[in-house]
Structures are given as C-alpha cells and as structure tokens.
C-alpha cells in the first residue's frame, strides 16, 4: 500500500518561513520524481517544484529563488523548504510520487499552508 503523509504546514507571517516534509512508503522510493503542487481555493492545482531520481530538480517561476526541494532516499523523504513567503503561496500543498515509465502516480492528502499577518 502506497502513502504519501506530508506534514509541516501552519500559519506564518508573510516574509517567513516554512520547511514541508513528505514521507513515502509503498514504493521504491529512490527512482521515483518526486513533486509538491498546490491548490488555492477557487483555482486549479499548479507544479510548486520537483525533483527527479538524478537530483535535478524545476520550480515554478513564481517560487524560483524562494523556494528549495530536496530528497533524502535513505528515509524516502522529500522536502520543501519556502522562504520569504507571500500571501499568494496560501494554498494547500500536496506530495506527489510519479513513475512515467510505469504510470505511477500517488498523492498525499495534502497540508494547509497559510500565508497571513
């Protein structure tokens, strides 16, 4: 049984911080791209950052500079590190394993990140 439980998600003040943290299980983590995307209300979910089995990684062009995604295969974990937050990164933030090859595709259920003074 594959799952995907992220965590670290909260209220922060704009121009904070927040580290978001994916933990997998159920799949071989090390050859899987590993994603986070997220949902604002009203609008559709939207690519944050990812990282693929080789380390390189892509960010969305409103989070470049700001954000940083990185893996750890050893604990099958995936980070997201968001700095200098803005009210406009408010969203829900989900975890996403992707296997092209395959057509593996798995979510978590997501962590509330709000951006707010």
């Known amino acids: 049984q594959v799952q995907l439980v992220e965590s670290g998600g909260g209220l922060v003040q704009p121009g904070g911080s927040l580290r978001l943290s994916c933990a997998a299980s159920g799949i071989r983590f090390s050859i899987y791209a590993m994603g986070w995307y997220r949902q604002a209300p009203g609008k559709q979910r939207e690519l944050v950052a990812r990282i693929f089995s080789s380390g390189s990684t892509n960010y969305a062009d409103s989070v470049k500079g700001r954000f940083t995604i990185s893996r750890d295969n050893a604990n099958n974990r995936v980070y997201l590190q968001m700095n200098s937050l803005k009210p406009e990164d408010t969203a829900v933030y989900y975890c996403?394993?992707?296997?092209?090859?395959?057509?593996?595709?798995?979510w978590g259920q997501g962590t509330q990140v709000t951006v707010s003074s």
């Open positions: 996403n394993a992707h296997l092209s090859w395959a057509r593996d595709d798995y």
